[in-house]
């Protein structure tokens, strides 16, 4: 199951351009948001695909899993997901994938890039 849902995600993650410009009536639009550059960019992509495979089901515009209240607080299909959170928002999302993944290298890499994340946005770090 969590292997058709994230089949699924990453699915809609490829339509996101296409659903961005005519999302199905009844789904919510992809919020506009900008892209980060450089080291940055590549930190949204890496945590994308992490959160891809833990939290898409829900935070993945279109599908029949996703729910609105977790697309309030950030959605996959932005081009930058992580745009619109608080810090508190960023270091809860690193308390959850802690729960869900059974991955320490995931963890680590998904820790390390929302530090950085929080830095670049001049925000102190998770738990100061």
């Known amino acids: 199951m969590c292997s058709a849902v ?3 995600a990453i699915g809609a993650l ?3 351009p296409r659903a961005a410009q005519a999302a ?3 789904s919510p639009a992809p919020k506009a948001s900008h892209p980060a550059s450089g080291a940055a960019s590549n930190d949204v992509e890496m945590g994308r695909k992490i959160l891809a495979r833990h939290c ?3 935070h993945t515009p279109g599908l ?7 697309l309030a607080i950030f959605s996959l299909a932005d081009a930058d997901w992580s745009a619109h959170m608080t810090p508190r928002q960023i270091c809860a999302s690193g308390r959850r994938l802690h729960g869900t993944s059974h991955e320490p290298d ?6 390390g890039l929302i530090a950085r994340l929080l830095a670049g946005r001049g925000a102190p770090p998770c738990g100061a």
């Open 6 to 8: 994230a089949l699924m």
């Open 14 to 16: 490829r339509e996101a």
């Open 24 to 26: 199905p009536s009844g």
């Open 56 to 58: 898409g089901s829900c």
């Open 64 to 70: 029949p899993t996703s729910q609105p209240g977790a």
């Open 106 to 111: 995931e963890v680590r890499a998904y820790e």
